[in-house]
Nanobody, 122 residues
């Protein structure tokens, strides 16, 4: 049974940094792709970044140049380094894997983590 567990969230001031981690357990190999999403209260879920097994990555325009997604395939762990954080980055951040259909940012993922809260104060 696949499980995704996020960690690393917290409260920071604007301009600060955080690194989120997501450990994927239960896979017999390396996930083909993993992604980070976020959802703020009253807003739709937003795809933040994804990374393929090859290392190729995609980013939402809102985080390009500030966030970096990376992975450690040996540990089935994906990271999201978030720099220059802004109050509008405040949200619950979720890890997802196994894209079944659609694009990386709007598709249907089979597995989701429970989320980790990121709060950025001005």
């Amino acid at each position: 049974q696949v499980q995704l567990v996020e960690s690393g969230g917290g409260s920071v001031q604007a301009g600060g940094s955080l690194t989120l981690s997501c450990i994927a357990s239960g896979y017999t190999g390396t996930p083909v792709a993993m992604a980070w999403f976020r959802q703020a209260p009253g807003k739709e879920r937003e795809g933040v970044a994804n990374i393929w097994r090859s290392g190729a990555a995609n980013y939402a325009n809102s985080v390009k140049g500030r966030f970096t997604i990376s992975q450690d395939n040996a540990k089935n762990t994906v990271y999201l380094r978030m720099n220059s954080l802004k109050p509008e980055d405040t949200a619950m951040y979720y890890c997802a894997s196994d894209l079944r259909t659609g694009t990386w940012s709007r598709g249907d993922y089979r597995y989701w983590g429970q989320g980790t809260q990121v709060t950025v104060s001005s």
